[in-house]
T-cell receptor, first 110, second 114 residues
Framework: RKEVEQDPGPFNVPEGATVAFNCTYS??????FFWYRQDCRKEPKLLMS???SGNEDGRFTAQLNRASQYISLLIRDSKLSDSATYLC???????????FGTGTSLTVIP | DTGVSQDPRHKITKRGQNVTFRCDPI?????LYWYRQTLGQGPEFLTY????????KSRLLSDRFSAERPKGSFSTLEIQRTEQGDSAMYLC????????????FGPGTRLTVT
């Protein structure tokens, strides 16, 4: 079983739509969770950390469900510039290894 | 630019040749990671340094791969006797000591083995 699993998509949504991605992880001892954004042929860039209490940054909301071992990312009022691949990242319980999902592809359509 | 830098950005080599990549992390970051990413996949962990010590290595890192960080600053990743399956993007990331786990990535080195 993979450490981190994501639906690869693609998700094609119209501008202004709300879209949600989920990611499941297998190691219940994982401590840190992140969403990264990766544009085509570019490096991943940190979008947001995911905290136990959930956190929001503008149009983006991340949540963690430890009991079910998944994290989610909600994007409201989608913009064309949100088109990218969204990578779910979970650390190994030792803290020094990180596992990336395969990424979920989002295309926002005019 | 005070971000993570990698050199070269692109490398084309023939099968069987050796290649070496360099990563310069953010200057105050003491933790450095190497990842490999192939098309349609997320980055896969290769190895991790804290200062000059290589603390973790993935099973993906065969004996043809070696990484160093001799002075705890820049790092090199060498691949000996390259194979076509080594073609990928090699990403370096660094992290500070503030207690968070956020990593900052360099632009990557794209390797093509012909």
């Amino acid at each position: 079983r993979k450490e981190v699993e994501q639906d690869p998509g693609p998700f094609n949504v119209p501008e202004g739509a709300t879209v949600a991605f989920n990611c499941t992880y297998s190691n219940s001892a994982s401590q840190s969770f992140f969403w990264y954004r990766q544009d085509c042929r570019k490096e991943p860039k940190l979008l947001m950390s995911v905290y136990s209490s959930g956190n929001e940054d503008g149009r983006f909301t991340a949540q963690l469900n430890r009991a079910s071992q998944y994290i989610s990312l909600l994007i409201r009022d989608s913009k064309l510039s949100d088109s990218a691949t969204y990578l779910c990242v979970v650390n190994k319980n030792t803290g020094n290894q990180f596992y990336f999902g395969t990424g979920t592809s989002l295309t926002v359509i005019p | 630019d005070t971000g993570v830098s990698q050199d070269p950005r692109h490398k084309i080599t023939k099968r069987g040749q050796n290649v070496t990549f360099r990563c310069d992390p953010i200057s105050e970051h003491n933790r450095l990671y190497w990842y490999r990413q192939t098309l349609g996949q997320g980055p896969e962990f290769l190895t991790y340094f804290q200062n000059e010590a290589q603390l973790e290595k993935s099973r993906l890192l065969s004996d043809r791969f070696s990484a160093e960080r001799p002075k705890g600053s820049f790092s090199t990743l060498e691949i000996q006797r390259t194979e076509q399956g080594d073609s990928a993007m090699y990403l370096c990331a660094s992290r500070g000591t503030s207690g968070t786990y956020e990593q900052y990535f360099g632009p990557g080195t794209r390797l093509t083995v012909t």
